[in-house]
């Protein structure tokens, strides 16, 4: 009958305004987020480019022991994939993406030859590349959202231990990079040997010639340059949770606006699906009334 | 007039910036102070206490190793010196109580794996710096 349908459609609806309810909640949530990722990746960034700035320094200080230490492998037997992604989904295709580049990265290092170990951050990581029939060696869960600086040393004295025993030549990075609110992108370096950054963070005015060290620039990198690698997983950490947000926001904004729609057009078919079982209603009373006034 | 620029910067946060007279600190070399118009320098910092004096008094810090980079002279003969450190503190943020509690707790912690099972190395050295660090917040906070 006529009014089952509107019942029906009335339930639809409730369904619809509860789900926009959970999506706004949850867009209101990830706005906040971002502005407090945001607020952490800035208050990282002093510490990142000092750490930078002194790598680039003892490298110019005696690049005899900067090659030793940081030079390019020759012959890359083993790499290690170091791989950022998120602990939770609705978040648009920021899981995916980086997860896709990952797969890319993990496919044509393979193509060449290379022996690939896979470490991933993020609970979507893990199943993704198992699905493919990949070994994931190990998988950061929890901190995803909100990286501290003890869970980047955490990772980064995990991902170092191969390179360190040289079963793994080669250390790659694949993680969403926060440009700023409007682009993230995905991308994928080198991280160890350690990539000394080539165009300086900061160009100093005025050159005194010579830098002093202590200790002695070999031992100083020796120590330094699991610092630096800490400090690099920790910002890519910090841009990813960003990231994360970011998409998440922008994702539930645009379910919201759906749920929106989708209840509009659901009101007006119910109204019209009231209005016509009014009219048959009406119909047949005034039907009724006419056989009764005909049949006297 | 030559003056020095002091940041000692944390990866969570730049922990105090700002116009110094002197840094005093400790490298492995041993210790150190850092002038105006300091030669442009890159070192270690081992755990201790580092030291900034300022007009204003002198602010001290705990700091838990790091590094250090004194800047080449700008323009307006400002010097700057950064110091970077994975963890540190000022010490007057430091929570006595709890640092306390934290060296009892690693103290407790070395003597049953020294019982138990004297192979447990990254234990024993997890529990050897959470000391350290109980140690040196409770050195720092005490002058």
Redesign the interface.
């Known amino acids: 009958m006529a009014g089952g349908q509107e019942r029906n459609l009335r339930r639809r609806i409730k369904t619809v305004n509860a789900t926009r309810k959970i999506t706004k909640a949850m867009e209101l949530i990830a706005a906040s987020q971002i502005t407090r990722s945001q607020a952490?990746i800035t208050?990282?960034r002093?510490?990142?480019d000092?750490?930078r700035?002194?790598i680039i320094?003892?490298a110019k200080?005696d690049p005899a022991a900067a090659k030793r230490l940081l030079a390019q492998p020759e012959n890359v037997e083993s790499a290690l994939v170091l791989i950022v992604a998120g602990d939770r989904g609705l978040s648009g295709a920021y899981n995916s993406s980086v997860l896709r580049a990952g797969e890319r990265l993990v496919n044509s290092l393979r193509a060449q030859g290379t022996n690939v170990r896979i470490i991933a951050v993020g609970k979507k990581a893990a199943p993704y590349f198992r699905f493919r029939g990949f070994n994931v060696e190990q998988s950061f869960i929890g901190f995803a959202d909100r990286p501290?600086?003890a869970d980047?040393?955490g990772v980064a004295s995990t991902v170092a231990a191969p390179y360190i025993d040289g079963e793994v030549q080669q250390v790659f990075l694949v993680s969403t990079r926060f440009l700023s609110a409007g682009s993230q992108v995905v991308e994928t370096e080198q991280l160890l040997p350690l990539s000394v950054p080539e165009a300086p963070v900061e160009t100093?005015?005025?050159?005194?010639g010579?830098?002093?060290?202590?200790?002695e620039v070999e031992q100083?990198l020796f120590?330094?340059a699991p610092?630096a690698l800490?400090?690099e997983i920790?910002s890519a950490l910090l841009e990813g949770a960003a990231s994360f947000h970011t998409s998440q926001q922008r994702a539930m904004a645009a379910a919201t606006d759906n749920a929106d729609d989708l209840g509009q057009n659901l009101t007006r078919i119910m109204n019209r699906a009231r209005q016509d079982s009014i009219t048959t209603e009406i119909m047949e009373i005034v039907g009724g009334a006419e056989a009764l006034r005909s049949g006297k | 007039m030559a003056t020095l620029k002091v940041?000692i910067?944390?990866?969570?946060?730049?922990l105090w910036r700002g116009e110094a007279n002197a840094l005093i600190a400790r490298?492995?070399?041993g210790d150190?102070t850092i002038l105006p118009q300091h030669?442009?320098?890159?070192?270690?910092i081992v755990a201790g206490v580092v030291r900034v004096q300022t007009n204003e008094g002198e602010f001290a810090f705990a700091v838990h190793g790091g590094?250090f980079?004194v800047?080449?002279?700008?323009?307006e003969g400002v010097t700057r010196a950064?110091v970077?450190a994975?963890?540190a503190e000022r010490t007057t943020d430091i929570d006595v109580a709890r640092a306390q509690a934290a060296k009892e707790r690693a103290e407790a912690e070395l003597a049953a794996l020294t019982k138990g099972d004297p192979e447990d190395h990254a234990a024993h050295l997890l529990a050897h710096a959470a000391l350290e660090r109980a140690e040196l917040r409770l050195r720092a906070a005490a002058n």
Do not use: H, W
């Not at chain 1, 100093?204 to 005194?208: D, F, G, R, Y």
């Not at chain 1, 010579?210 to 200790?215: D, I, L, Q, R, W």
């Open positions: 952490r208050a990282n002093p510490f990142r000092g750490m700035r002194i320094e003892a200080g501290s600086f980047a040393r100093s005015t005025k050159l005194k010579y830098t002093e060290f202590e200790p100083l120590f330094l610092r800490e400090s920790f | 940041e910067v944390t990866p969570e946060a730049a490298s492995s070399e150190f030669t442009e320098t890159v070192g270690d590094y980079q800047g080449p002279d700008d323009v950064t970077l994975g963890v």
